[in-house]
C-alpha cells in the first residue's frame, strides 16, 4: 500500500475518533438536558464532556483539512486520475445526512418518553451517528477538491 494511502486511513482514523468523540458528547449533554426539564434549575453535562467535544471538533476538523491537502496534491500530481462522479458524491452525500437527520430526530422523540430519562449513553446510536457522518464528509473533502481553484495545475518539478 502506498504511503498517500497509509495517510489516507491514518485521515480517517482520526476523523472517526473526533466524530465518536462529538457525538458521545453531544448525546451525553441533550440526555442530561432532557433529564434535568423537571427540575427548577438548569440541567448543565459536567465539564469534561464539553472539553470533549470540543477536542472532537479539532480532530475532524484537522484531519478533514489534512485529507483536503492530501487529495489536492495527489490530484495534482496524477491528473489522469480518475473520481468518482459529483452525482454519486451528491447521492451519498444526501443519503448521509438524510439517515443522520431522521435517526436524531427519531432518537430524540424516543428519549423523550422514557420515564426516567436514560442515563446511559446509547453506543450503537453513536456508531451509527459516526458512520453517517462520516459518508457526509469523505464526499465533501473529494467534491471540496473538485472545486477549488487550481487543483489540476501541476506541481513545480524544481
Keep these: 500500500m502506498s504511503s498517500f494511502m497509509w495517510k489516507m486511513a491514518g485521515a480517517l482514523v482520526v476523523a472517526v475518533i473526533g466524530l465518536s468523540m462529538l457525538f458521545w458528547a453531544l448525546e451525553?449533554?441533550?440526555?442530561?438536558?432532557?433529564?434535568?426539564?423537571g427540575t427548577a434549575g438548569t440541567a448543565r453535562a459536567p465539564m469534561h464532556v464539553y472539553l470533549l467535544?470540543?477536542?472532537?471538533?479539532?480532530l475532524v476538523y484537522?484531519?478533514?483539512f489534512y485529507a483536503?491537502?492530501?487529495?489536492?496534491r495527489y490530484?495534482?500530481?496524477?491528473?489522469?486520475a480518475q473520481q468518482l462522479p459529483l452525482w454519486f458524491l451528491t447521492l451519498i452525500g444526501i443519503f448521509g445526512a438524510g439517515s443522520l437527520l431522521t435517526a436524531i430526530a427519531i432518537h430524540a422523540g424516543w428519549v423523550r418518553?422514557?420515564?426516567?430519562?436514560?442515563?446511559?449513553?446509547?453506543?450503537?446510536?453513536i456508531l451509527f451517528q459516526v458512520v453517517m457522518g462520516a459518508l457526509v464528509l469523505i464526499p465533501l473533502?473529494?467534491?471540496?477538491?473538485r472545486w477549488a481553484p487550481g487543483y489540476?495545475?501541476?506541481v513545480s518539478e524544481a
Design 28 to 37: 451525553r449533554t441533550s440526555l442530561v438536558a432532557f433529564a434535568g426539564e
Design 68 to 72: 483536503l491537502l492530501r487529495w489536492s
Design 53 to 58: 467535544m470540543f477536542a472532537g471538533l479539532v
Design 62 to 64: 484537522f484531519a478533514g
Design 152 to 154: 489540476k495545475h501541476r
Design 75 to 80: 490530484l495534482r500530481e496524477n491528473p489522469d
Design 113 to 125: 418518553q422514557q420515564d426516567p430519562v436514560p442515563s446511559a449513553v446509547n453506543e450503537g446510536f
Design 141 to 145: 473533502v473529494l467534491v471540496g477538491v
